[in-house]
Nanobody, 124 residues
Framework: QVQLVESGGGLVQAGGSLRLSCAASGRTFSGYTMGWFRQAPGKAREFVASITWSGGSTFYADSVKGRFTISRDSAKNTLFLQMNSLKPEDTAVYYC?????????????????WGQGTQVTVSS
């Protein structure tokens, strides 16, 4: 059974940085795409970034491009999201997700596996 567990969220001032981690277990993720999504109060869940587990190809939402970096450590089965130059509008619960296949898909419904989420709050 696939399990995704996020960590690393917290409270940070605008302009600061945070690094989120997602520990993945339950299967080998070769051939999978891993993604980060976020959901702010009263808003729909939105795509942030994704990476192919095997090749490491990345894709970003325009709103985070140049500020966030997605990466993975295949040996440790861990996904990361380095977030720099944080803004108050980045405040949300951040979720790790996984889907079979290497296409860059941004719809949450296309991802089969989800973590429980970690809160990121950016103060102004």
């Amino acid at each position: 059974q696939v399990q995704l567990v996020e960590s690393g969220g917290g409270l940070v001032q605008a302009g600061g940085s945070l690094r989120l981690s997602c520990a993945a277990s339950g299967r080998t993720f070769s051939g999978y795409t891993m993604g980060w999504f976020r959901q702010a109060p009263g808003k729909a869940r939105e795509f942030v970034a994704s990476i192919t587990w095997s090749g490491g190809s990345t894709f970003y939402a325009d709103s985070v491009k140049g500020r966030f970096t997605i990466s993975r450590d295949s040996a440790k089965n861990t996904l990361f999201l380095q977030m720099n130059s944080l803004k108050p509008e980045d405040t949300a619960v951040y979720y790790c997700a996984a889907r079979s296949g290497s296409a860059f898909v941004t719809f949450p419904s296309s991802y089969a596996y989800w973590g429980q989420g970690t809160q990121v709050t950016v103060s102004s």
